[in-house]
Nanobody, 126 residues
Framework: QVQLVESGGGLVQAGGSLRLSCAASGGTFNTYAMGWFRQAPGKERDFVAAIAWSGGMTSYADSVKGRFTISRDNAENTVYLQMNSLKPEDTAVYYC???????????????????WGQGTQVTVSS
């Protein structure tokens, strides 16, 4: 059974930084693409960033390009999201997810993912 556990969320002032981690267990982590999504209250779950199974390809939402960086450590079965220059509009619950298909590219649509973590809250104050 695949399990994804996010950590690293919290409260930060605008302009600050946070690094989210997502630890995976079960399955073969290094053969699947991973993604980060976020959901603000009353809104749909939106794509944030994704990284291909090999780490050689990444994709970002326009709203976070240049501020967020996704990376993975296949030896540690962990994917990271480094978030810099945070804005109040980044406030949301952040979820990591694993694609349903092996050797996948950096997918941006949630329909490509079939395993999700429980989420971690990120709150950015102005």
């Amino acid at each position: 059974q695949v399990q994804l556990v996010e950590s690293g969320g919290g409260l930060v002032q605008a302009g600050g930084s946070l690094r989210l981690s997502c630890a995976a267990s079960g399955g073969t982590f290094n053969t699947y693409a991973m993604g980060w999504f976020r959901q603000a209250p009353g809104k749909e779950r939106d794509f944030v960033a994704a990284i291909a199974w090999s780490g050689g390809m990444t994709s970002y939402a326009d709203s976070v390009k240049g501020r967020f960086t996704i990376s993975r450590d296949n030896a540690e079965n962990t994917v990271y999201l480094q978030m810099n220059s945070l804005k109040p509009e980044d406030t949301a619950v952040y979820y990591c997810a694993r694609t349903s298909t092996m050797f996948s590219a950096a997918r941006t649509h949630p329909s490509h993912y079939n395993y999700w973590g429980q989420g971690t809250q990120v709150t950015v104050s102005s």
